[in-house]
């Protein structure tokens, strides 16, 4: 299976290596920022974007669901916020012209950094089946053509509607209500691919599927364990609230297969000392553990604690707390006081000495935070893995109180919010209530497709429509060449974006593009100017408010084209006024504040400098579980294990790269220049496996039914990973992910843990 995409701006073999960064920020990232936001659009916008982000009343950074301090800094933004806000304020354009010029064919050979580059989309196009071009079309024929093709389904369920976590908490209120009001609950997700082993886990054994912490929580912590994460590159600004919990006496541990820069050392950019000194040292302890190694980590952290209260009882389990708010404490400690020392060894490589270091530091912490992101939920036992880190909280007492909690650090800036509204393939039956007395129709009850369904339903032919709000799907979702030949066998696929991706060179037998406004574009609507709300990591809602004169004159905004859609599809004069919520974003905001607890007096609150925090049930003492309680749970230990000569392979992000969308071909903090074709291995592995530094390989996956897939030609970068496990970059990687890999309880593909074999070249059985 190939599937390296060739292109005109792709650089063949000019990889050039230095030695990875070991600390992030100060002045090479502002420049680097600067340097990239000018290069895709003027100083006076780049000024209008920057000044003007993460401000009160101003733009919210779309760069990640970090939240803002409430003492603002004047530049209260990082380097990849900046590249982030500026690559969509970019004053390039894709127009008519330029789709006459290239077929989708001829797109679909560019490299996805050379299409984000064409610049904002400007206005309707469909691809109709005779055509190999996109051409105009106008926004009433464009809204017709989606209606129409939905009126004409079999059923709703042949219809699928994505979205991706840029969507604001209007749209994605209305996007659910109109996908539910026309029959249908497949509102499949970015969190599907992302934190919903954690809402999984955190839902069974707290009874809320988010985070329970705020930034004042992480800054008073006595210890913060941050666990398969990489802030400084994907949250940068975390590092400057890490820098506050060890300011105020706090220690923190990474736990990581790789020495992200950073981790280790931090050069605050908003201070002056940051940007010329030698910085902040921000882990006190570096475990560079084996990919899917934490089970087994925390499992035996949790034996290591429950056996020194045996040696002192009364000082290491927090028996009040145990008893007054948990459940199944005895059955959790009979099953992990069976986990064995050599297991946990094999499985995460550390030593035992680095294992009683870190439960030394748990015992005497009093309040413990632990932050995760997809180093956790990508993997096939993500779910437990996160259960056990709970029982780890509970049996310290270090949860529902100041300085203590869970922290799922989230990567969109509002795919917390788009859950909150309901975007979920399921509908809790409290939401089905409320939109059934709210609007007065019978929502669908039954369980709809989430994103991994989603493509086995359309590869099968039982989903005719796919439409996506925001994101870029076929470069999102896992095994590459069935994601693309499912999106190829649908009758009509729609993308609702702001800049050209492969989403739109892989299409349906028809295919529309239907450009919208971004967060930095100002929104008028019949009533006046518009803003959304947004909700972050740490569940503030508040106002984002766009500044820039829209990319072009006639873009409308997801609402608008939500409400059209919803007007032509289902008929004027039904139940819901699609109309006037088009007109006036409050409207819709006073049904969200009847619908969705926790919104109450919605637009009164959110008018208030800096919005309002949606309290955490937890914080209060309530566990909406079956018991009512914390529940402990008894998770299976589980690793993964490769067979001789093969590795364990993580697919993650480069410093340069937004999600799908790379913006250059360098990987500055892990030394990369000029290529992201290359496969990060520990030199040892690569000793043992004879291949030379800098070789060409092909990556090979193996897969259960005896399947593999193939990516050619990559170099084998020498690199400090973990024995054992190795990196390539997300979404090229993809191709090497099988749909059938996903995580046990949350169906989400296992992007960080596949088994692989590297072939050299001219090797037997290469493909290359
Ligand atoms: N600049 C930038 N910012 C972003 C994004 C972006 O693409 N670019 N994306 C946004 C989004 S949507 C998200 S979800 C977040 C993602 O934020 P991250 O989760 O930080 O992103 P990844 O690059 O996937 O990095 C995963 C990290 O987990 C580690 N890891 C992998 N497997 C394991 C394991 O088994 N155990 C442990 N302990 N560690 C492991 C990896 O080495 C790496 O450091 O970032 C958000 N922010
Ligand atoms: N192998 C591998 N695969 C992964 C991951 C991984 O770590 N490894 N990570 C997974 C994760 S965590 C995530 S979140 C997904 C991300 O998956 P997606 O969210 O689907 O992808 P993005 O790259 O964020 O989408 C970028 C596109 O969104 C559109 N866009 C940007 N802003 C706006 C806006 O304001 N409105 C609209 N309508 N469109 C907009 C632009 O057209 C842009 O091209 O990928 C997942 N896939
Ligand atoms: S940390 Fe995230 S939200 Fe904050 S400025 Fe950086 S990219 Fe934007
Ligand atoms: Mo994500």
Redesign the pocket.
């Known amino acids: 299976m190939r599937s390296k995409k060739a292109g005109a701006t792709e650089p063949s073999d000019e990889l050039s290596v230095s030695p990875p960064k070991n600390w992030a920020a100060g002045v090479p990232a502002v420049a680097h920022a600067l340097e990239y936001s000018l290069s895709q659009t003027s100083p006076r916008r780049t000024a209008l974007t920057l000044l003007n982000l993460n401000q009160d009343g101003g733009i919210d950074c779309?760069g990640c669901a970090w939240p803002e301090p409430h003492k603002r800094h004047k530049n209260e933004y990082c380097e990849n916020g900046a590249k982030h806000v500026n690559d969509?304020a970019t004053s390039r354009r894709v127009t008519r012209e330029f789709f006459a010029e290239h077929s989708v064919a001829e797109l679909d050979k560019q490299t996805d950094q050379w299409l984000?580059q064409q610049g904002r989309l400007t206005e309707p196009m469909v691809k109709l089946p005779s055509s190999a071009y996109y051409e105009p079309i106008s926004w009433d024929d464009a809204i017709g053509l989606v209606a129409e093709e939905l009126r004409s389904l079999d059923s709703p369920d042949q219809a699928m509607f994505y979205t991706?976590?840029?969507?604001s908490n209007e749209g994605a209120f209305l996007l659910q209500l109109f996908a539910r009001a026309y029959g249908t609950n497949n509102l499949p997700d970015?969190s599907n691919?992302?934190h919903e082993s954690s809402g999984t886990a955190l839902g069974a054994t707290l009874g809320v599927g988010k985070g329970t912490v705020s930034l004042d929580d992480i800054y008073e912590a006595d210890l913060v364990i941050v666990v398969g994460q990489n802030p400084g590159t994907n949250h940068p600004r975390m590092l400057t609230a890490l820098e506050q919990t060890k300011h105020n006496g706090g220690q923190v541990v990474a736990i990581n297969p790789l020495p992200e820069a950073g981790l280790k050392r931090f050069k605050n950019p908003q201070k002056p000392s940051g940007v010329v000194g030698r910085g902040t040292t921000i882990a006190d302890q570096f475990l560079q553990i084996k990919l899917g190694g934490d089970l087994a980590l925390f499992q035996i952290l949790n034996r290591l604690l429950l056996e020194a209260e045996d040696a002192a009882p009364g000082t290491v389990v927090d028996r009040e707390f145990v008893e007054r708010s948990t459940h199944g404490f005895d059955a959790f400690a009979e099953h992990v006081r069976k986990t064995e020392w050599d297991d946990v060894l094999a499985a995460t490589g550390l030593t035992r000495q680095e294992i009683e270091q870190l439960r030394d530091r748990v015992a005497a912490s009093e309040k413990i935070i632990v932050c995760w992101a997809?180093g956790l939920t990508?993997h096939k036992h993500g779910v437990p893995t996160i259960r056990e880190i709970v029982n780890l909280l509970l049996l310290r007492g270090s949860i529902g109180k100041p300085g203590a909690g869970v922290c799922p650090v989230r990567?969109?800036s509002n795919?917390q919010g788009d859950r909150t509204m309901g975007i979920w393939e399921k509908l809790p039956e409290p939401l089905r209530e409320n939109l059934e007395r709210e609007f007065g129709f019978s929502p669908p009850t039954e369980t709809g497709y989430d994103s991994v369904h989603g493509v086995r339903a359309m590869r099968d032919g039982k989903v005719k429509v796919f439409m996506a709000?925001?994101?870029?799907?076929v470069?999102?979702?896992?095994d590459s060449a069935v994601t693309e030949e499912a999106l190829r066998n649908c009758r009509l696929t729609v993308q609702?974006?702001?800049?050209?991706?492969r989403s739109h060179t892989v299409v349906g037998e028809t295919a529309l593009i239907l450009p919208?406004l971004?967060?930095s574009d100002r929104d008028v609507q019949a009533t006046g100017e518009q803003f959304v709300t947004v909700e972050n990591s740490m569940s503030q809602v508040h106002s984002t408010r766009g500044r820039l004169d829209p990319a072009a004159p006639g873009l409308l905004s997801?609402v608008a084209i939500l409400c059209r859609l919803a007007r032509r599809t289902l008929g004027e004069g039904g139940s819901i006024p699609w109309e006037d919520f088009e007109g006036d974003y409050s409207l819709v905001r006073e049904r969200i504040s009847r619908v969705i607890p926790g919104f109450e007096d919605f637009n009164e609150r959110v008018a208030q400098p800096g919005g309002f925090r949606l309290p955490s049930p937890v914080n209060a003492g309530v566990y909406k579980t079956a018991s009512g309680r914390a529940e402990f749970s008894c998770n299976d230990f589980d690793a993964i294990l490769a067979p001789e000569g093969h590795l364990v392979l993580q697919?993650?992000?480069s410093h340069d790269q937004?999600?799908?969308?790379p913006y250059a071909f360098d990987d500055r903090y892990r030394g990369i220049h000029d290529s992201r074709e290359v496969v990060f291995v520990n030199p040892e592995d690569l000793a043992e496996l004879g291949i030379e530094d800098q070789a060409l390989v092909d990556v090979v996956s193996v897969w259960e039914d005896g399947t593999e897939r193939r990516l050619e030609g990559y170099h084998a970068v020498s690199y400090p990973t973990a024995r054992g496990s190795a990196a390539a970059y997300?979404?090229e990687?993809?191709a090497l992910?099988p749909l059938d890999s996903v995580a046990h309880g949350s169906n989400t593909?296992t992007?960080?843990g596949i088994v692989v074999r590297l072939e050299p070249l001219g090797a037997a059985g290469s493909g290359g």
């Open positions: 779309p969509e984000n991706s976590g840029r969507l970015c691919m992302c997809m990508q990567g969109h795919v709000v925001a994101g870029n799907f470069r999102a979702m896992s609702v974006s702001t800049k050209l991706n919208t971004g967060r997801e697919t993650l992000r937004w999600n799908t969308i997300y979404p990687a993809n992910v593909p992007y960080k």
